[in-house]
């Protein structure tokens, strides 16, 4: 019997929990961080905070987040869910990508571009459909590359990866190659970053949206943009030259990272940080990886 955490009885979050952070997005004033682990803060009190549950529940990756039934209501799975127009949270987290977040983003010409993947099955893909046909599949880096090929294969969609993660996505439809920034369809950027791995790109659409991959997140604990320097598989020093070769091109609105929260300022704004962002990360050195003193 999973030992389940909760300050009293109906809905828990049992000890599968990983620390991932996705239900404290969407939750954050039922779910919070308690030793390292997410725990219920309080029980909802009305249908609104019932729903948001729910969709904490729905994202969750190791579906540690239990409703008093035990069953969830599918009616309430809000997602997709609209985090501006245009643009989706497919919730539905993969164990296989480390519970990343993923994202559909529309385009003026009915096509739509997903945006890493959410866990494969064949019922989430056809819902993800009826936003328009799928044309690419985007993979930010290595570490989010598991269910590419199933969900290309089934939209007959072009699966994208950088040379330097290839190796995790050997059958990708496209290869981004160097440092350059390249366009993927009119209005999509993509502009390799490596340091987080080899192979890091982030996607910028209509200089609106950023989808960073795990380049760089929003931080609830710091309350500004950063790095995740205890968990850069390749080179923290790389990320910074990155992120000094990049920042000036980089304008948009919308931080939509993998891991880490999301977050909207006026452009202006966000470039502001990503500069301040940027000359921190030069002061940093390599350091072990260790996920448990990663705060978000």
């Given amino acids: 019997m999973r030992e389940a955490r909760s300050t009293e009885s109906g809905w828990s979050v049992d000890e599968r929990c990983t ?21 219920l803060l309080r029980q909802p009190r009305d249908e609104a905070e019932t729903r948001l549950l729910h969709g ?57 571009l997903m945006i890493d993947t959410p866990r494969w099955s064949r ?57 350059d920034p390249v366009e993927i369809t009119p209005g999509v950027v993509a502009h390799p970053l490596p340091g987080h791995t080899e192979g890091s790109v982030l996607y910028i659409a209509d200089q609106r949206h950023c989808f960073s991959g795990d380049s760089f997140y929003w931080s609830r604990t710091t309350g500004d943009i950063e790095v995740a320097e205890n968990v850069t598989w390749y080179s923290i020093e ?14 948009f609105e919308w931080l939509l990272p993998g891991h880490g929260d ?10 502001r940080r990503l500069h301040r962002l940027a000359e921190r990360t030069r002061r940093l050195r390599p350091r072990p990886i260790d996920f448990t003193i990663h705060r978000w």
């Fill in 19 to 39: 620390n991932c952070d996705v239900a404290r997005q969407l939750a954050p004033e039922l779910i919070g961080e308690v030793n390292g682990r997410s725990q």
């Fill in 56 to 112: 904490a529940a729905n994202a969750c990756h190791t579906r540690s987040i239990r409703p008093p039934s035990g069953t969830l209501d599918p009616a309430l799975d809000p997602f997709p869910l609209m985090l501006d127009q245009g643009v989706h949270l497919c919730g539905h987290n993969s164990a296989a990508t480390a519970a990343a977040n993923s994202y559909l983003l529309q385009r003026p010409d009915g096509s739509v």
């Fill in 123 to 179: 019922s989430l893909a056809l819902r993800w459909q009826r936003f328009g046909p799928i044309t690419d599949v985007l993979l930010t880096h290595r570490d989010h590359a598991a269910h590419g090929r199933a969900y290309a294969d089934h939209y007959g969609a072009r699966l994208w990866i950088h040379e330097g993660d290839l190796e995790a996505a050997p059958d990708a439809d496209r290869v981004l190659r160097g440092l």
């Fill in 238 to 251: 790389e990320l910074a030259a990155s992120l000094s070769r990049t920042v000036d091109r980089l304008r």
């Fill in 262 to 271: 999301r977050a909207r300022f006026p452009a202006d704004e966000m470039s």
